[in-house]
Nanobody
Framework: QVQVLESGGGLVQAGDSLMLSCAAS????????MGWFRQTPGKERAFVAA????????DYTGSVRGRFTLSRDTAKNTIYLQMNSLKPEDTATYYC????????????????????WGQGTQVTVSS
């Protein structure tokens, strides 16, 4: 059974930092592309960052580039989203996603590319 488990959300002030973690299990041998998306009420789920199975390739949406850093522990199939200089507009429910990309260098930036999702973790940034 595939599990995607997120942790690390919370309430912080503008300018603060927060780290989200996500561990995927149940897909032995898979070359897992993993990513983070976020969603606010009434809006569609939006891409935040993604990382390839090897961890060598990453991508970010423009509004977080330079503030967020995505890294990976390949042995644990765990990714870490370090979020610095947080802004109120970063407030959202953050969802982790995983998908067997069948290639260590692939990642995906659209939600429908991922089959496996976590339950979401809330990040609230107060002004």
């Amino acid at each position: 059974q595939v599990q995607v488990l997120e942790s690390g959300g919370g309430l912080v002030q503008a300018g603060d930092s927060l780290m989200l973690s996500c561990a995927a299990s149940g897909l032995p041998g898979a070359k897992l592309a993993m990513g983070w998306f976020r969603q606010t009420p009434g809006k569609e789920r939006a891409f935040v960052a993604a990382i390839s199975g090897s961890g060598r390739r990453t991508d970010y949406t423009g509004s977080v580039r330079g503030r967020f850093t995505l890294s990976r522990d390949t042995a644990k199939n765990t990714i870490y989203l370090q979020m610095n200089s947080l802004k109120p507009e970063d407030t959202a429910t953050y969802y982790c996603a995983a998908e067997d990309a069948r290639n260590d260098n692939y990642y995906f930036t659209i939600p429908r590319a991922y089959d496996y999702w976590g339950q979401g973790t809330q990040v609230t940034v107060s002004s």
